[in-house]
């Protein structure tokens, strides 16, 4: 009982949080691509993918994290928790570290003219990029709260720290236009920075405030460090594999397609995935949910969950449907820009969104309970077939953006179909 409690009060919370996010998320769009221009902001999503990338990629160490606090909650085994917190913001502070270097190096001998298919100023490219590294790597060790956050049941805080990061970046962006109206990526890259950070130290000082999650340099543990490496190392090759699939579509259409072509993706993709992010609220208790009532044996609790989770994919389709049928006018209103895109382009989008929003269930779960040796294979194959398919269908079949997107869907559906199948035969047999 105590855990639907929780889990509805907190889905309650993320929805009202995510409702103001979506509010001021799709102004600060319009107000971005004005102040950019449309191959500079094109630009930008590329660079905010790789944000992406960098925010999902912490070595796995956060979800290893956020399943062993999980459980140790569970079992009262409260002095464990903070060894692995302390060892964790330890371990993953020495991890940033050398990735700043290293990604600073890089930025400094790669042609990103050549890369992003533009004459933009190598300067103003490379300056960008080295402010977005120190932003994730900086992010990566204050980013934890929010693990913490999720473990402890009390993930409404991440929706909350969101936005207040989308408040203050929309006010930053305001104040670009006012004071430097010249359109530059650095001064973006600055905003984003502060924005993130802020946002991240919001939800550190709540958390941390409490002195069983405050981490002490004492209490690290190099066997700790190997326990959440161990689970996180899987986590990570999930994550990586993620990464290819899910963000590399800007980077591939800007190299394949050009810049322009980018804006016009970002597009119908944010209207999508505001839809799968609206239904996705109600799976970001589930992990910790399950990952408790598992360890308590509570398999009852998790059936149950699964059942009203999948009948909550029906409205989610008439949502999707009435939004495939208003998109090209919803734009217009939007952005002021008429982008006309091709139904077989909004199907597509139609079918991988009721796709995604499918899987997410099952993953959860699996992600709960810590038995995700056969996501990682599946992710793993699917991610290696993800860019080059992509680059197939959008160049050589001619099928642009379009392409992109199908070769995304066309990778998910194993996850589809064996991920869900796991979850009955091993978890709930």
């Known amino acids: 009982m105590r855990i639907n409690n929780i889990f509805l009060k907190e889905t309650i919370l993320n929805y009202i949080y995510k409702i103001v996010l979506m509010a001021v998320g799709f102004v600060s769009i319009p107000l971005l691509l004005n102040y950019l221009g449309v191959e500079k902001y094109g630009i930008w999503v590329t660079i905010m993918a790789v944000i992406s990338w960098a925010q999902m990629s912490d070595f796995g160490i956060g979800n290893g994290l956020r399943n062993k ?106 104040l670009l236009r006012v004071f430097f109206p010249n359109a530059s990526l650095v001064n973006v890259s600055i905003v984003y920075l502060l924005a ?132 090209n006018k919803l734009v217009i209103i939007w952005t002021g820009k008429n982008f006309n895109f091709e139904w077989e382009l909004i199907l597509i989008f139609s079918l991988y969104s009721l796709l995604v929003a499918w899987v997410g269930i099952f993953v959860n779960i699996i992600n709960g309970v810590g038995k995700i040796n056969l996501q990682m294979y599946i992710m793993i194959i699917i991610a290696l077939l993800n860019i080059p398919l992509s680059i197939y269908f959008s160049r050589n079949l001619n099928m642009g953006i379009m392409g992109v997107k199908l070769a995304t869907l066309i990778c998910m559906i194993p996850l589809g179909i064996f991920i869900p199948i796991q979850v009955y035969k091993k978890i709930l047999k």
């Open 196 to 327: 993130t950070t802020l946002a991240n130290l919001f939800v550190s000082m709540l958390v941390l405030k409490k002195s069983l999650y405050r981490p002490e340099i004492s209490k690290y543990s190099r066997n700790l460090f190997k326990d959440i490496f161990g689970t996180g190392i899987k986590f990570f090759l999930i994550q990586l594999s993620g990464i290819v699939l899910f963000s590399t579509d800007s980077m591939i259409i800007t190299k394949v397609l050009g810049p322009e072509e980018v804006t016009k993706y970002s597009i119908i993709d944010k209207l999508f995935t505001t839809m799968t992010s609206l239904y996705s609220i109600m799976l970001i208790a589930l992990w910790s949910g399950v990952s408790q009532a598992y360890t308590k044996k509570d398999f009852i609790w998790i059936r149950n969950m699964l059942k009203k989770l999948k009948l909550t994919l029906i409205p989610l389709g008439v949502g999707i449907i009435i939004l495939s049928l208003i998109i």
């Open 69 to 174: 606090i999980t459980e140790n909650l569970a079992r009262n085994n409260m002095e464990r928790i903070k060894e692995y917190i302390s060892t964790a913001y330890l371990g993953l502070s020495f991890i940033s570290f050398i990735i700043c270097i290293l990604g600073i190096l890089i930025t400094l001998t790669f042609n990103l003219q050549n890369l992003f298919n533009t004459d933009i100023s190598i300067y103003e490219l490379r300056l960008s990029f080295i402010i977005t590294i120190f932003s994730f790597s900086l992010n990566f060790v204050i980013g934890l709260g929010k693990t913490i956050s999720y473990a402890i049941h009390r993930s409404s805080l991440v929706g909350l720290s969101q936005v207040i990061y989308s408040i203050i970046l929309i006010i930053l962006i305001y």
